[in-house]
């Protein structure tokens, strides 16, 4: 074998070792050193922020204040059992006379009036700012929104006695734990004069309850016109009565 013959093969198992060496060098230094994942999209990421509509300060008495805040929910498919809130109660000045915390829940889709009650001072106030500070965004089968409805009729406000009367179907198959209702009072430029709230337990499918709310100071303001809401949580299991034996669940994973 002549001398080019031997450097050949010499070279090409010297280049084979090297080939070898490298990738077992690799494949041990991807063991130690995995590549770093690509992170999973956050599907909260793309969801439109709550849209506080409006916020009215409503006195009920010398320093004793109701707030009502008309939310929208621009997002289809997601909502929230749990939206944390920090209101401030300001005067003329803009001077902060009170701070408060709080949550409150809104469906998917859903635009509603959140009352706020009750706030006593130490000084008069005259506006509020209402800052959404965190959501716990989950997402609800679209169906549920549709499967759990409720009807209101034959409201009735009764200015003599400062109450409002009215029932509620629940036009659904199935029995709640409760319902909330809410009510507002407008003038004739569909602006919030008064508000209360009630709530209905133990709301079984198909039937028809009753309510009332009343005022127990007298209402400030000329009312034009009723707005009364009924809904329930529906991100909380314990919302569905156990009736079949078993919860809906509409949270989707």
Do not use: C
Request: hydrophobic content about 40%; cysteine-free.
């Amino acid at each position: 074998m002549n001398v080019a013959v031997r450097t050949t093969k010499q070279f090409l198992i010297a280049l084979i070792i090297v080939g070898v060496l490298g990738f077992i060098g690799l494949r041990a230094a991807s063991t130690i050193s995995p590549a770093t994942p690509t992170p999973t999209p956050d599907p909260h990421a793309s969801l439109a922020a709550l849209e506080t509509v409006e916020t009215t300060v409503l006195r009920v008495a010398d320093l004793d204040y109701d707030v009502v805040a008309k939310i929208k929910n621009p997002n289809a498919s997601y909502g929230s059992s749990r939206v944390r809130y920090e209101l401030s109660l300001m005067d003329d000045a803009g001077k902060e006379i009170l701070h408060n915390t709080g949550a409150f829940y809104i469906l998917p889709g859903q635009t509603k009036y959140v009352l706020l009650s009750p706030l006593k001072t130490a000084e008069p106030v005259s506006k509020a700012a209402l800052r959404i500070s965190e959501v716990d965004w989950q997402q609800l089968d679209v169906l549920a929104t549709r499967q759990v409805t409720f009807v209101v009729t034959g409201t009735q406000f009764i200015p003599a006695s400062s109450k409002l009367r009215g029932s509620v179907l629940n036009n659904s198959d199935f029995d709640l734990a409760q319902a909330d209702v809410t009510v507002v009072l407008l003038d004739a430029l569909r602006r919030p004069v008064s508000a209360n709230r009630t709530e209905i337990r133990t709301f079984l499918a198909k039937t028809t309850r009753g309510f009332e709310v009343s005022w127990s100071s007298p209402i400030i303001g000329s009312i034009s016109s009723t707005y009364v809401e009924a809904t329930t949580n529906l991100f909380e299991n314990s919302t569905f009565l156990r009736t079949y034996g078993t919860q809906e669940q509409f949270q989707e994973n």
